[in-house]
Structures are given as structure tokens and as C-alpha cells.
């Protein structure tokens, strides 16, 4: 497009021009005129030359002017509302990146579209509609247009024909639109596959099911046709562990050539089968997805993004098998402890006190069934305490009845063994993950095995409070005989109040032992997730 000259440029090339331009008309009107001097008709040619040309030349000049004016006030016309269209548009798409959500974005977008017309409209996408305040269908028609590439439409109330330019800019319109609703639509699948990814990472605990999950999620966003997971050993090979629609060899093998890059950075190993480190300090693993490689190109930053996502799964997966591992460990520990400082000593005192009752039986009849009687009673104390162990030993299928009625069924089944009463409080619904899930069962079951071993209470107090929208509080409260304020309560049964409280320090929470000699002792145990 060629520039538009200045208008203040062409009045002074004219004020030069036309007075020497008038000067030369003048000359040659005079010379023509020298065969008439002295005629009376040369005072009229004159008259009617001279009383002609002023007024014309100034009324030339004058709407030559006039119409360069309005060409420019029409430009600048133009431009005002192409401004005013531009801004309209920049504020659609700002409403639209300020939208929490689809619904929102459709309100926020179609009252701007309303504003710029100045019409009442609608908007309809995916089953969502929006409408300007004064939108309503009625005997007005209606222009429709469909969103460019996506299953909606916008409708436009009509109370005049629109114009030719008021068409183009509706075409326009819609077409930005429909960029704007699509970003707000891809950032919301975005978030979506986000809180996806973080519910799975708080549900599961098996790393297999763990990454099964995770890569339905991120294969689905990416709108994959396959991928996998695969982690490094101890030796540095790349084992599969996850594979969907990957055709790949499902044994161990070392990373070399552009396997070897990928642990450092995304590289495509094969066509169309895109490959993104698993790394946080170092590498642990790849993450691959199969799919159109211009896609996968577009959606690299937000994949970055999701593998490192899965890298913390499966640091804090294998971190809790280790601590599993450990537990276990010191569980065996504790239980050859228990055996050797308990059943084996009391086994050793029975068989004392036999000996004696059978040195006795001659000389002293009385006293030997005195010391069978305590033979007995023993005995039976080391039944009941073998029961007790061996049922709090006893695993709890969580997943087959559920965190709330796991509590309720263990609770209840335990105290009836080592008999005392037991009171639950516990909510309808709690929010927690299966790690926090099996921290608080732990944390009751050894509240419980060492109210029944130490304090010998008449009644349990087992209460749960959910904690805000995810998290929870476990307090285990007995009334019987307690401990010195200040004493040491490490070792009292199961992994010991001590590694009880690491547990649930681990997971980011809060443990409290209160007791008072034979007034009872409280557990609290608080999780925030």
C-alpha cells in the first residue's frame, strides 16, 4: 500500500504552482486580446474573463480541498474503529486468559463481542452457552457463524443489515474467538491431566499401578497412539516397565547411541517415538511417547513438565518400598526381641517351676500344685499375649473393605481378643492417601497392641476428624494405667512409639504422646494429606 501523501505537502505545492499557473493564463487571455484593442467588445471579453476566473479558480481550489479533508477524516474514521476492533479483540483473548474455566471464558467473551457490535449475542461450545444481557430470540433475525475448527457457533442479533465491512469483520471475529476459546480449552485439559497426575500420585502406592496410571493420563493428553516407562537398574540398564501400543523388546537393555542422549535430553529414538528423561539429581529413566512428531514437538514444555512429575513418583515409590523394607526389618527385630525378653523367658520359668513342682511331689504336695497353679497362669498369659501378637500381625486388606471400615472391623476385633471395650468415632468420609491410609493404621495398631500389653485398660477410645479437604486426625485414647510424665515409651510393642512418630513425621505430620501414671494414655496422630 503506497503512502498517503501529506495534505499540508499538497496545499503548499499548489500555493507555488497555481499563482504562476493564473500569471500565464492571464498573459495568454491579454495576447489574445491585442487584435481587439479600442473595440468595445474587449471591455467586455474582459469583464466576463476576469469576473469568471476568480471565483472559479477559488471554488476549484476550495473543494479540491474539501475533498481531501473528508478522504482524511474518512481514513481516520476507519482507523479509530479498526483501533477499536483491535482493542476488542486484545480484550477478548485477556478475558479469555483470565477465565478459570470454559463457562467462564464463554461469559467473559461473548459480553465483549456484544460490547464491540454493538448487538446482542450468543455463544455455544461443546454443549455450553453464553448470552449478552439482552439476548433473546425474537422477531429480530439472527446471523450465525460457526467456530473455525471446533463444534460451536456465534449467533448475532440483527436489528439492520449488516454491511459489507461489518461481514468481514465478523469473519475476523469469530475467527480470533475461536483461537481464544481453544486456548482456554487446551489449558484446561492441561489442568486437568495436572490434577489428574497429582490424584494418582496420592493414590497409589505400587509403583507398577503407579505408572500404568500416570501413563494413561499423559498419553491421553498428548493424544498418543502408544508410550512407555522405562527405568534405570542398579547396573545401568534401561528395563521396560510400563508399555501401551509400543512395540519394543521387553528385556533390559544399555542405553547407547541416541538412547544415551535421551537420558540427558528429549531426542526422537525411532520415527515418531519421542523420548523424555526421567531425571532429578541424575537420571533415572525414560518416559516414551508414540505419536505425530509435530505434535509431540508442540506439547515438549508440558511433557518436560509431566516427566518430572513421574520422576518424583518413582523416587518417592522406591523411597517408600525402602522404608517398607526397613520397617519390616526392624519388625523381625522386635519380634525376636519380644520372643527371646518374653516367651522365652516365661517358657524358662515354666520349665523351672515344673521341676520343682516334681521334686515336691514327694516331700511336699501342697506346694507342688501351688506351683503347677502358677505354671498355669502363666501359661495362659502367654497364650493370650501369642494371640494378641499373631493378630496384630495379622494383615488388614485395606483395599478390599476401605480405610473407614478396615478401622472399624480391626478396632473392634482386636479389643474383643485382648479384652477391653473400645468407642469409635468415625466420620462418614475421609480424604487421604493410601500412604497416610496405612501410616494411621499402623499408628493404631501399635496404640492398640501397647494399650493392651502395658497399660491394660477397661476402655479404648479410638476417634478420627477429617482434616480440612484432605488430611486427617487419629486419636487413641485408653484409661489405663499410664506412664510417669517424662518416662521413656520406646519399645512398647510394634515398631515403638519412637519409629511410630518418624512415620508420621515422614509424611509431613505431627505425633503427640500424653500420659499420666494410671491415668490413662493418648496417641495423636495428625496427617495433613
Given at each position: 500500500?503506497?503512502?498517503v501523501?501529506?495534505?499540508?505537502?499538497?496545499i503548499?505545492l499548489?500555493?507555488?504552482?497555481?499563482?504562476l499557473a493564473?500569471?500565464?493564463?492571464?498573459?495568454?487571455?491579454?495576447?489574445?486580446?491585442?487584435p481587439?484593442?479600442?473595440?468595445?467588445?474587449?471591455?467586455?471579453?474582459?469583464m466576463?474573463?476576469?469576473?469568471l476566473?476568480g471565483p472559479?479558480?477559488?471554488?476549484?481550489?476550495?473543494?479540491?480541498?474539501a475533498?481531501q479533508?473528508?478522504?482524511?477524516?474518512?481514513?481516520?474514521?476507519?482507523?479509530e474503529?479498526?483501533?477499536r476492533r483491535?482493542?476488542?479483540?486484545?480484550?477478548?483473548?485477556?478475558?479469555?486468559?483470565?477465565?478459570?474455566?470454559l463457562e467462564?471464558a464463554l461469559?467473559s467473551?461473548?459480553?465483549?463481542v456484544?460490547?464491540?457490535?454493538?448487538?446482542?449475542?450468543?455463544?455455544t461450545?461443546e454443549?455450553v452457552?453464553?448470552?449478552s444481557?439482552?439476548?433473546?430470540?425474537?422477531?429480530e433475525?439472527?446471523?450465525?457463524?460457526?467456530?473455525?475448527?471446533?463444534?460451536?457457533?456465534?449467533?448475532?442479533?440483527?436489528p439492520?443489515?449488516?454491511?459489507?465491512?461489518?461481514?468481514?469483520?465478523?469473519q475476523?471475529?469469530?475467527?480470533?474467538?475461536?483461537?481464544?476459546?481453544d486456548?482456554v480449552?487446551?489449558r484446561?485439559?492441561?489442568?486437568?491431566?495436572?490434577?489428574?497426575?497429582d490424584?494418582?500420585?496420592r493414590?497409589?502406592?505400587?509403583?507398577?499401578r503407579?505408572?500404568?496410571?500416570?501413563l494413561?493420563?499423559?498419553?491421553?493428553?498428548?493424544?498418543?497412539s502408544?508410550?512407555g516407562?522405562?527405568l534405570?537398574g542398579e547396573?545401568?540398564?534401561l528395563q521396560?516397565?510400563?508399555?501401551?501400543?509400543?512395540?519394543?523388546?521387553?528385556?533390559?537393555?544399555?542405553?547407547?547411541?541416541?538412547?544415551?542422549?535421551?537420558?540427558?535430553?528429549?531426542v526422537?529414538v525411532q520415527?515418531n517415538?519421542?523420548?523424555v528423561?526421567?531425571?532429578?539429581q541424575?537420571?533415572?529413566?525414560?518416559?516414551?511417547?508414540?505419536g505425530?512428531?509435530e505434535?509431540?514437538?508442540?506439547?515438549?514444555p508440558f511433557?518436560?513438565?509431566?516427566?518430572?512429575?513421574v520422576?518424583l513418583?518413582?523416587?518417592?515409590?522406591q523411597?517408600?518400598?525402602?522404608?517398607e523394607?526397613?520397617?519390616?526389618?526392624?519388625?523381625?527385630n522386635?519380634?525376636?526381641?519380644e520372643?527371646?525378653?518374653?516367651?522365652?523367658?516365661?517358657?524358662a520359668?515354666?520349665a523351672l517351676?515344673?521341676d520343682?513342682?516334681e521334686?515336691?511331689?514327694q516331700?511336699?504336695?501342697?506346694?507342688?500344685?501351688?506351683?503347677?497353679?502358677?505354671?498355669?497362669?502363666t501359661?495362659?498369659?502367654?497364650?493370650?499375649?501369642?494371640?494378641?501378637s499373631?493378630?496384630a500381625?495379622?494383615?488388614?486388606?485395606?483395599?478390599?473393605?476401605?480405610f473407614l471400615?478396615?478401622?472399624?472391623?480391626?478396632?473392634?476385633?482386636?479389643?474383643?481378643?485382648a479384652?477391653?471395650?473400645?468407642?469409635?468415632s468415625?466420620p462418614?468420609?475421609?480424604e487421604l492417601?493410601?500412604a497416610?491410609?496405612?501410616?494411621?493404621?499402623r499408628?493404631?495398631?501399635?496404640?492398640?497392641?501397647?494399650?493392651?500389653?502395658?497399660?491394660?485398660?477397661?476402655?479404648?477410645?479410638?476417634?478420627?476428624?477429617?482434616?480440612g479437604?484432605?488430611?486427617?486426625v487419629?486419636?487413641?485414647?485408653?484409661n489405663?494405667?499410664g506412664?510417669?510424665?517424662g518416662?521413656?515409651?520406646?519399645?512398647?510393642?510394634?515398631?515403638g512409639?519412637?519409629?511410630?512418630?518418624?512415620?508420621v513425621?515422614?509424611?509431613?505430620?505431627?505425633?503427640v504422646v500424653?500420659s499420666?501414671?494410671?491415668?490413662g494414655t493418648?496417641?495423636?496422630?495428625?496427617?495433613?494429606?
Open positions: 500500500m503506497e503512502p501523501p501529506s495534505l499540508y505537502r499538497l503548499k499548489y500555493r507555488l504552482f497555481l499563482p493564473i500569471v500565464l493564463v492571464v498573459v495568454l487571455f491579454e495576447l489574445s486580446l491585442e481587439y484593442q479600442g473595440q468595445p467588445v474587449a471591455f467586455w471579453l474582459r466576463g474573463f476576469y469576473g476566473v472559479l479558480v477559488t471554488w476549484m481550489t476550495l473543494e479540491w480541498i475533498q479533508v473528508q478522504d482524511r477524516e474518512w481514513a481516520q474514521r476507519a482507523l474503529a479498526a483501533n483491535l482493542e476488542a479483540i486484545g480484550n477478548i483473548l485477556k478475558r479469555a486468559s483470565a477465565a478459570d474455566n467462564q461469559a467473551v461473548v459480553q465483549e456484544a460490547q464491540v457490535l454493538g448487538m446482542e449475542a450468543a455463544l461450545l454443549g452457552r453464553a448470552t444481557p439482552g439476548f433473546k430470540a425474537g422477531p433475525p439472527l446471523f450465525e457463524l460457526p467456530l473455525p475448527g471446533m463444534a460451536g457457533k456465534l449467533e448475532v442479533v440483527l439492520r443489515p449488516l454491511t459489507e465491512e461489518e461481514q468481514g469483520f465478523l475476523v471475529l469469530v475467527a480470533e474467538v475461536a483461537g481464544a476459546l486456548s480449552r487446551a484446561s485439559r492441561d489442568l486437568l491431566t495436572l490434577y489428574e497426575v490424584q494418582a500420585l493414590a497409589e502406592a505400587n509403583l507398577g503407579l505408572l500404568e496410571r500416570l494413561e493420563r499423559i498419553l491421553v493428553w498428548a493424544g498418543a502408544g508410550g516407562v522405562l534405570l547396573e545401568g540398564f521396560p516397565q510400563v508399555m501401551q501400543n509400543l512395540h519394543l523388546a521387553p528385556y533390559a537393555f544399555i542405553p547407547e547411541g541416541c538412547w544415551k542422549e535421551a537420558l540427558e535430553a528429549p526422537f520415527d517415538l519421542l523420548a528423561p526421567l531425571r532429578e541424575s537420571a533415572i529413566g525414560l518416559l516414551l511417547v508414540q505425530e512428531a505434535n509431540l514437538r508442540q506439547k515438549l511433557l518436560r513438565f509431566l516427566a518430572a512429575q520422576a513418583a518413582v523416587r518417592n515409590a523411597a517408600y518400598l525402602r522404608a523394607e526397613l520397617a519390616l526389618t526392624e519388625e523381625r522386635r519380634i525376636a526381641r520372643i527371646h525378653d518374653g516367651i522365652a523367658q516365661a517358657l520359668f515354666m517351676k515344673l520343682l513342682a521334686r515336691l511331689l516331700t511336699d504336695l501342697k506346694r507342688a500344685i501351688e506351683e503347677l497353679q502358677q505354671v498355669k497362669e501359661l495362659r498369659g502367654q497364650i493370650r499375649e501369642v494371640r494378641r499373631i493378630f500381625l495379622r494383615p488388614i486388606d485395606l483395599e478390599r473393605y476401605g471400615e478396615s478401622v472399624r472391623r480391626y478396632a473392634s476385633a482386636f479389643a474383643e481378643q479384652g477391653f471395650r473400645v468407642r469409635l468415625l462418614e468420609k475421609i492417601s493410601q497416610s491410609e496405612l501410616v494411621f493404621f499408628v493404631l495398631q501399635e496404640a492398640l497392641t501397647n494399650a493392651a500389653k502395658h497399660g491394660r485398660p477397661g476402655l479404648v477410645q479410638v476417634k478420627l476428624t477429617a482434616l479437604e484432605r488430611g486427617g487419629l486419636e487413641i485414647s485408653d489405663g494405667k506412664f510417669k510424665a518416662g521413656s515409651a520406646n519399645g512398647m510393642g510394634g515398631f512409639l519412637t519409629q511410630m512418630r518418624e512415620r513425621e515422614a509424611r509431613g505430620g505431627r505425633f500424653e499420666a501414671e494410671n491415668q493418648t496417641v495423636r496422630a495428625e496427617l495433613p494429606f
